[in-house]
C-alpha cells in the first residue's frame, strides 16, 4: 500500500502532465473533403481528421487537446486536435434533400461544407418521398458518437413542383416567417392631428406598371430659383407599434425579396400593398422631403415633415420614359399629357440633380443588371438586360436629393450607408494602376479625396486596358452603419435611405429617427445587434436570389453542354476566369488548370497570361459548355479544341 508522500507525488505527476498539455477553444470549420479544423482565435487552424470530424458540424464550437507529433527530427512538425468537449452548435435547422439507400432514410444537408448525409428515424420521415426538398432539424448531433439524426419539419416538395426552386430557397433562407393572425388588430390608428394636409397638392407617382407597393410619389414646381421639389414617402411606421409582434417579424425579413415569379414581401402584402402603398385618390400618411433647388441643381433649403397625402395620379416607367424622351410632344399618352408641366419641370431638375452631383460628387456608370423572363412552368424563357430610362433616371436623382436630406437631418445617429472604398490589401495595386494607366501619383487611394480623383481621371473611351472594370472588383462592399462613414461610391460625407420603408426595415427605421427629430423627442441609438439583423436579412435576401436564379440557369443550360457560344469575361481570379454568352446571357467558369496551356495570374491587372493568349476582363471569347450541376448550382465552360 502507497503511504502520502507517494500518493502525494503520483498526484503532482499526473497534475504536472496535465498542466502540460495545452487546451484550445475554437470553430469547426469543414472543407470539401473528410477532414477539418478547429479555428483558433489566436489565428491558428487546428487539423482535425476524419474520424473527430465525423462528431461535429461545421461552426460548432469546441474544445481540443492539441497535440504534436514529429516522427524524426528531421521531419516537420504535425499538430493536430482531438474533441474534448462540445460547447455550442448553431446548425438547428436547414433544407436539403431526402434520400433513401437501401433500407436507410437521410438527409442530404444543403449546409456549406457539410459533406455527409444525416439519419432520419421512421417517426420523423413526415411522409416525404425519395429525392422531395425537405427542412429538417437536428435531433441528435453527432458528439460523442458521431451518429447525428435529423427530423423533417417541411416538405417543401417534389424536385418536378412547379416553382420549387423559389420555394425551397425561401424556405432555406426563412425569407418567410408566418405572420401572427391577429396582426390587423395590432396597427396603430393614424394621428393625423399633427400632420400637414398635403391632400390638395398633384403628387404623382411613376413605378413598374404592375408595382402594387408604392412607396414615393412627387411633386415639383417651378420657382424664380429653380424648382420646388417634394418627394413623400409612404409611413409604414405611422401604423407599426415598434417592438410588436409584426414590427419583430419585419425586422427578420429586413427586405422585400423580388425573385423571378415571386416577391416575397417584407410586410404584410395587404399592407405593403394597400394600408400603406401610395395608391390613386386615397389619403395616406407619408415623410414629405420639401426641397428648394437653384438653377444648378444645388439644394439650398429643405425640411422633412410628417403629412397626409393623395396621389393624383399612378404613371408607368413605359410611358413616362416615351413622354419626356419626345419632350411632352406624344398627346397619345393622355395620363402624362394631363401632368405635363409637372413631368417637364422633373425633367428638368433631375438633369440638373445630376449634373450638380457630376460636378462635386461622383456619378459612376452602374453595371449592367439582368432580368429572368419566365414561362408558364415558373422556368426561364429568356434573359434580357435592364435597361434604366430617361423615367428610371428621373426618379432616381429626386430620391437621392431627399436620401441626402435624411441624413443630414439625422445629425450623425441613426443608419447610414457607408462604402469605404478599395480593400485595404490592394491598395498598392490601385496605386501602381493609377501611375501605370492615368499617370497619377502621390494621392492616396485611401480617402474619399484620392478616391474621387482616381475615378474622375477614368475615360474609358481613351483607354485600352479595362481600367474601371478592374478597380470595380477590388472595393469593398457598402454597408450599414450607425455611425457616420463615408460613401466613397458616391462621393459624399454621408448616405441614408428613408425612400423604401414599405420594402427596407433600415428605411423603416429611418423613419422613425427622423419623426424623433421632427418633434424634437430624445432619439435612441439604434442597437447593434438589430444593425446586425437587418444587415443579415439583406445579405440573405440577396444569396437567395442569386441562389434561386443560378438553379433556373443550370436547368436552361443543361440541354446545352457541348455547344460552342461566344461570350465576354466578366470575372477573373487566380483558378481561372468566368464568361457570359451573348447570346443567353448567362455565366459560366473556366478553369484555367484543366485547359492544355498553363497560364499565369497577374493579380494586379486582374489578367491571365499563356504563351499564347491573354486573359483579360471584358474581352470577347469563344467557349464550350461543358458540365452543368444543377446540385451545386454551377456551370463549366472550356475553351474550344485548337484546330489542326
Not at 503511504?3 to 484550445?24: C, F, G, P, R, V
Not at 394621428?191 to 403628387?203: K, M, S, V, Y
Not at 414646381?221 to 409611413?235: C, F, M, R
Not at 397625402?309 to 399618352?333: H, M, N, P, T, W
Request: glycine fraction near 4%; hydrophobic fraction near 35%.
Amino acid at each position: 500500500m502507497l503511504d502520502k508522500d507517494t500518493l502525494s507525488q503520483l498526484k503532482q505527476l499526473k497534475q504536472n502532465i496535465e498542466d502540460s498539455k495545452e487546451y484550445a477553444v475554437g470553430i469547426v470549420k469543414g472543407t470539401q473533403r473528410k477532414f477539418g479544423f478547429v479555428m483558433l482565435d489566436d489565428g491558428r487552424e487546428i487539423f482535425i481528421n476524419p474520424d473527430e470530424m465525423q462528431k461535429v458540424f461545421p461552426g460548432d464550437k469546441v474544445k481540443i487537446l492539441i497535440t504534436t507529433k514529429q516522427e524524426n527530427k528531421d521531419a516537420k512538425a504535425k499538430v493536430s486536435g482531438t474533441l474534448e468537449k462540445l460547447i455550442d452548435s448553431p446548425l438547428k435547422e436547414f433544407t436539403g434533400r431526402y434520400i433513401v439507400k437501401g433500407k436507410g432514410h437521410f438527409v442530404e444537408p444543403d449546409v456549406p461544407n457539410l459533406k455527409r448525409w444525416i439519419f432520419i428515424p421512421p417517426q420523423a420521415r413526415l411522409n416525404a418521398k425519395p429525392n422531395d426538398f425537405i427542412r429538417c432539424r437536428i435531433n441528435r448531433h453527432p458528439y460523442p458518437q458521431a451518429k447525428p439524426q435529423a427530423k423533417i419539419t417541411e416538405v417543401i416538395g417534389a424536385a418536378d413542383k412547379v416553382g420549387i426552386e423559389t420555394d425551397y430557397v425561401v424556405s432555406k433562407f426563412q425569407l418567410e416567417p408566418a405572420w401572427p393572425d391577429n396582426w390587423k388588430s395590432s396597427l396603430i390608428e393614424v394621428n393625423t392631428n399633427d400632420r400637414e394636409d398635403l391632400t390638395a397638392l398633384p403628387f404623382l407617382t411613376i413605378d413598374a406598371a404592375s408595382t402594387m407597393d408604392m412607396d414615393d410619389a412627387l411633386f415639383v414646381k417651378n420657382t424664380e430659383q429653380g424648382w420646388q421639389l417634394q418627394v413623400a414617402i409612404a409611413d409604414p411606421s405611422a401604423m407599426i407599434a415598434v417592438d410588436s409582434e409584426l414590427d419583430k417579424l419585419a425586422r427578420q425579413r429586413a427586405i422585400s425579396t423580388y425573385m423571378a415569379g415571386r416577391p416575397v414581401s417584407m410586410l404584410p402584402e395587404e399592407l405593403a400593398n394597400h394600408l400603406c402603398s401610395l395608391t390613386l385618390n386615397t389619403t395616406r400618411p407619408a415623410l414629405v422631403c420639401q426641397m428648394e433647388a437653384d438653377q444648378q441643381g444645388k439644394i439650398i433649403s429643405y425640411k422633412i415633415i410628417e403629412a397626409m397625402i393623395s396621389s393624383k395620379a399612378k404613371l408607368s416607367y413605359r410611358d413616362v420614359s416615351a413622354f419626356l424622351d419626345q419632350d411632352g410632344v406624344d398627346e397619345s399618352l393622355a395620363d402624362c399629357n394631363n401632368h405635363k408641366d409637372t413631368l417637364l419641370a422633373l425633367k428638368a431638375l433631375s438633369a440638373a440633380l445630376r449634373s450638380q452631383r457630376q460636378e462635386h460628387n461622383l456619378v459612376i456608370p452602374n453595371r449592367q443588371e439582368y432580368r429572368l423572363v419566365l414561362n408558364a412552368q415558373r422556368k426561364i424563357d429568356h434573359i434580357e438586360p435592364i435597361k434604366k430610362t430617361s423615367a428610371h433616371q428621373l426618379i432616381e436623382e429626386c430620391m437621392i436629393a431627399a436620401n441626402r436630406c435624411a441624413a443630414n437631418m439625422l445629425d450623425g445617429q441613426g443608419i447610414f450607408i457607408s462604402h469605404p472604398g478599395f480593400r485595404s490589401e490592394r491598395l498598392a495595386d490601385v496605386k501602381k494602376l493609377a501611375e501605370e494607366q492615368l499617370s497619377l501619383t502621390d494621392i492616396d487611394f485611401s480617402t474619399p479625396q484620392g478616391y474621387q480623383k482616381l475615378m474622375k481621371s477614368i475615360d474609358d473611351d481613351k483607354l485600352e486596358f479595362p481600367l474601371r472594370p478592374v478597380l470595380s472588383r477590388l472595393l469593398e462592399r457598402s454597408r450599414l452603419s450607425a455611425e457616420v462613414l463615408p460613401h466613397y461610391g458616391m462621393g459624399l460625407d454621408k448616405y441614408t435611405t428613408f425612400t423604401s420603408p414599405i420594402r427596407k426595415y433600415s428605411d423603416l427605421t429611418v423613419h422613425r429617427l427622423l419623426k424623433s427629430k421632427i418633434k424634437l423627442s430624445k432619439t435612441a441609438a439604434v442597437k447593434a445587434e438589430d444593425l446586425a439583423i437587418m444587415q443579415q436579412g439583406q445579405d440573405n435576401s440577396r444569396q437567395a436570389r442569386y441562389q434561386m436564379e443560378q438553379w433556373l440557369k443550370c436547368q436552361f443550360m443543361q440541354p446545352l453542354i457541348g455547344q460552342t457560344f461566344m461570350g465576354t469575361i466578366s470575372q477573373i481570379n487566380s483558378n481561372g476566369f468566368t464568361v457570359r454568352l451573348d447570346d443567353h446571357l448567362i455565366e459560366g467558369f473556366v478553369e484555367t488548370r484543366l485547359l492544355q496551356q498553363k497560364y499565369s495570374f497577374d493579380p494586379m491587372r486582374l489578367r491571365l497570361t499563356s504563351k499564347s493568349q491573354t486573359i483579360e476582363l471584358n474581352q470577347a471569347i469563344e467557349v464550350v459548355v461543358k458540365e452543368v450541376d444543377s446540385n451545386a448550382r454551377s456551370i463549366r465552360y472550356t475553351l474550344p479544341e485548337p484546330v489542326n
